[in-house]
């Protein structure tokens, strides 16, 4: 179901709860103009994992006052966003009146129902139960638990998801040979493998986080009619679940031969009638399996625009959606992770040439391998 995306930033530096109240009082100024909010990503810079549960506390108090009944979908990561800010936020909308919208919750994880002529769609965010900073598989563990009970809840299952995004805390660090990314992508795959009987996977994002844990958030849709999902495939790139051992860092869970690769497609389409949109998963420079540009941020940003535009290229997506005539795309998002501070201001410079007048969001993180530097994922409307 289409979005509009706003970013916000605090109009003048403060300490992280006044920077919050700013974007926050934005945010409903946005409301007041005739958009209902249904998702709020808001980004930190935090010290340590005490104070971002605190201030996590804070920032969830605030939302559910000045929302009630109509909270949106709310996640809250320690990914900073360009210094000298310590908070921004990127909101999804949609208009007011355009479509039944239902505020729940579930274990204190405020979720987002959206029913219109398409489907009924789950929109939720910050699933975790924050209780294992230090262990990746516990916190996994317990954060698909949550994210199967609150499908089961509206009558749904990780069948319906079709977008998720994957927040590991030290997403590189390796402990007595494991890495915490491949641990995360053993318990996703046992997850799918018990809760998933279609074919594919979701689109996704798996990308770090400071200071622990996991925290996943969704997009569940079950359509209805005509409408339809379809996968993207870039063929320049090895479909993720395809890569080899050699690309998988860090041992295989244990009692398991090999390491399983993270499960997820490079793009999803999600088709109703003449429209559509496109879900860009995470996606870096790589081309078949392998890094390109290492140690240089400007080409492994160049090479990661031209593998987003070879998903987004509106010749296949017309083949995809079986129709003669091409389509015009317009992109209503991108989110843009980068590993150093450093290099905000070159990414932005090349993202804004071929992006221009597009809703983006920097911030700081760590990438799913070692020599990347920045990763993008995008949001696209065809029509």
């Given at each position: 179901?289409?979005?509009?995306?706003?970013?916000?930033?605090?109009?003048?530096?403060?300490?992280?709860?006044?920077?919050?109240?700013?974007?926050?009082?934005?945010?409903?100024?946005?409301?007041?103009?005739?958009?209902?909010?249904?998702?709020?990503?808001?980004?930190?810079?935090?010290?340590?994992?005490?104070?971002?549960?605190?201030?996590?506390?804070?920032?969830?108090?605030?939302?559910?006052?000045?929302?009630?009944?109509?909270?949106?979908?709310?996640?809250?990561?320690?990914?900073?966003?360009?210094?000298?800010?310590?908070?921004?936020?990127?909101?999804?909308?949609?208009?007011?009146?355009?479509?039944?919208?239902?505020?729940?919750?579930?274990?204190?994880?405020?979720?987002?129902?959206?029913?219109?002529?398409?489907?009924?769609?789950?929109?939720?965010?910050?699933?975790?139960?924050?209780?294992?900073?230090?262990?990746?598989?516990?916190?996994?563990?317990?954060?698909?638990?949550?994210?199967?009970?609150?499908?089961?809840?509206?009558?749904?299952?990780?069948?319906?998801?079709?977008?998720?995004?994957?927040?590991?805390?030290?997403?590189?660090?390796?402990?007595?040979?494991?890495?915490?990314?491949?641990?995360?992508?053993?318990?996703?795959?046992?997850?799918?493998?018990?809760?998933?009987?279609?074919?594919?996977?979701?689109?996704?994002?798996?990308?770090?986080?400071?200071?622990?844990?996991?925290?996943?958030?969704?997009?569940?849709?079950?359509?209805?009619?005509?409408?339809?999902?379809?996968?993207?495939?870039?063929?320049?790139?090895?479909?993720?679940?395809?890569?080899?051992?050699?690309?998988?860092?860090?041992?295989?869970?244990?009692?398991?031969t090999v390491k399983h690769p993270p499960q997820f497609e490079r793009g999803l389409l999600l088709i109703n009638n003449?429209?559509?949109?496109?879900?860009?998963?995470?996606?870096?420079?790589?081309?078949?399996?392998?890094?390109?540009?290492?140690?240089?941020?400007?080409?492994?940003?160049?090479?990661?625009?031209?593998?987003?535009?070879?998903?987004?290229?509106?010749?296949?997506?017309?083949?995809?959606?079986?129709?003669?005539?091409?389509?015009?795309?317009?992109?209503?998002?991108?989110?843009?992770?980068?590993?150093?501070?450093?290099?905000?201001?070159?990414?932005?410079?090349?993202?804004?040439?071929?992006?221009?007048?597009?809703?983006?969001?920097?911030?700081?993180?760590?990438?799913?391998?070692?020599?990347?530097?920045?990763?993008?994922?995008?949001?696209?409307?065809?029509?």
């Amino acid at each position: 179901m289409p979005k509009t995306y706003f970013i916000y930033y605090p109009l003048t530096e403060g300490c992280i709860e006044e920077e919050w109240k700013q974007c926050l009082k934005q945010i409903e100024n946005t409301r007041k103009s005739g958009y209902t909010p249904v998702k709020l990503n808001i980004f930190t810079d935090l010290p340590d994992f005490e104070t971002f549960l605190s201030v996590r506390q804070f920032i969830t108090d605030s939302v559910f006052d000045a929302f009630g009944s109509k909270c949106p979908a709310l996640s809250i990561t320690v990914q900073p966003p360009e210094k000298k800010w310590k908070v921004a936020v990127e909101a999804a909308f949609i208009g007011t009146g355009s479509k039944d919208v239902t505020g729940n919750s579930y274990n204190s994880v405020p979720y987002v129902i959206l029913e219109s002529e398409s489907g009924k769609e789950i929109l939720a965010g910050g699933v975790s139960s924050y209780l294992y900073p230090d262990d990746t598989r516990k916190a996994a563990e317990k954060a698909f638990d949550l994210m199967v009970d609150i499908l089961d809840k509206e009558k749904m299952s990780l069948n319906h998801i079709v977008r998720q995004w994957n927040y590991v805390g030290d997403i590189l660090k390796v402990k007595d040979g494991y890495q915490n990314y491949q641990i995360f992508n053993e318990v996703r795959s046992e997850y799918y493998h018990h809760h998933r009987n279609v074919k594919g996977y979701p689109a996704a994002t798996g990308i770090g986080i400071k200071h622990g844990g996991v925290i996943l958030d969704f997009c569940a849709l079950s359509p209805a009619g005509s409408a339809t999902i379809k996968s993207v495939n870039n063929p320049n790139q090895v479909n993720a679940y395809d890569y080899g051992q050699q690309v998988l860092m860090g041992m295989s869970g244990k009692g398991k031969t090999v390491k399983h690769p993270p499960q997820f497609e490079r793009g999803l389409l999600l088709i109703n009638n003449r429209d559509a949109t496109l879900y860009i998963s995470g996606t870096a420079a790589i081309i078949g399996q392998e890094t390109i540009g290492k140690n240089d941020v400007e080409k492994q940003t160049i090479v990661t625009i031209e593998n987003i535009k070879k998903l987004s290229d509106t010749e296949r997506i017309s083949q995809l959606m079986l129709s003669p005539v091409l389509f015009n795309e317009k992109y209503s998002l991108l989110r843009i992770y980068i590993k150093r501070q450093n290099d905000f201001n070159l990414v932005r410079q090349i993202c804004s040439e071929h992006f221009p007048q597009i809703p983006a969001i920097y911030l700081e993180a760590d990438i799913c391998r070692n020599d990347l530097l920045v990763e993008i994922e995008a949001e696209v409307e065809l029509k």
